[in-house]
């Protein structure tokens, strides 16, 4: 079986950032991106006290919650649990591992591959063009321009298994993912500073090789804040004093950034403006 799942490409979301200083300047840096962007500048600071505050993430959860499993078509409930747990931990090594998202390091995803998978993986990794880079399966900042705020990740959302087929008429086990991801970051050193929010969409898809599964991570993303560079797999937050990097965006997304609707349509390399994180 040979199957190359599409790369995770990364839909950035650049959000109009606000600068900070006196009022005529921030008024007049309020014109200019107002007219660049077509819409004004806005302010979101992270307290970093509390850095959820205010926002619809106070009521997230910390962790990616794994469902009670139960048999689903030819698969008995403790393969399909096991496919769970997999796809938590997977999303763990993601989102939730610092070395991962600030520091760069894919050894704790790495060692969730196996087989075909991880044949694909490293036949990928650090490939020359962005867009076809394995690592854009994981999240990692671009180094150097983030550090984390706090221990807490908030994240909301749900996965689910169903049963599937791919394109070459292969049957699997697919683990629908759909999450909202908060992660407070600060310029390193700084106090400038913002929340991420990331809309992730897609599915591990599971396949019985003897007996043991082989898990394929097929997933897309949006994120805001971020400059809308698109030479690059790390995204690069957007801080409140910054004008925005590489595409301006075009349109403006009206549904809550935190609003997993918001992005879902999005195409690839597509940029817009979101409202405050």
């Known amino acids: 079986m040979t199957r190359n799942p599409r790369a995770a490409l990364c839909a950035a979301v650049v959000a109009a950032t606000a600068l900070t200083g006196c009022a005529p300047a921030e008024n007049l840096l309020n014109d200019v991106v107002r007219d660049v962007t077509g819409v004004p500048i806005t302010h979101d600071q992270v307290d970093r006290d509390d850095p959820f505050g205010g926002t619809e993430a106070e009521e997230y959860g910390e962790g990616f919650t794994v469902p009670e499993a139960a048999a689903i078509g030819e698969y008995p409930a403790d393969r399909v649990q096991e496919a769970y747990d997999t796809t938590g931990e997977l999303l763990e090594a993601v989102y939730l591992d610092r070395e991962s998202v600030f520091g760069g390091d894919d050894m704790r995803f790495r060692s969730l591959l196996s087989g075909q998978a ?100 097929n997933w897309w993303r949006s994120a805001g804040p971020v400059h809308c560079v698109w030479d690059e797999y790390t995204f690069t937050p957007a801080y409140s004093d910054e004008m925005p990097e590489g595409e301006r965006p075009e349109g403006w997304i009206e549904d809550d950034p935190y609003d997993l609707e918001s992005a879902r349509d999005m195409g690839e390399e597509e940029c817009g403006a979101i409202g405050a994180t």
């Open 118 to 217: 991880m044949d694909w993986y490293e036949k990928y990794h650090g490939h020359e063009d962005p867009a076809l880079d394995s690592r854009s399966l994981l999240f990692h900042l671009t180094p150097g321009t983030a550090e984390p705020i706090g221990d807490v990740v908030k994240v909301d959302g749900r996965m689910w298994a169903e049963t599937a087929e791919d394109q070459y008429g292969m049957p699997y086990l697919a683990v629908r993912t759909e999450y909202t991801v908060v992660h407070p970051v600060a310029r390193p050193g700084e106090e400038v500073s913002v929340r991420l929010v990331t809309s992730h969409y897609g599915e591990v898809s599971f396949y019985d090789v003897g007996g043991r599964w082989e898990a394929w991570p």
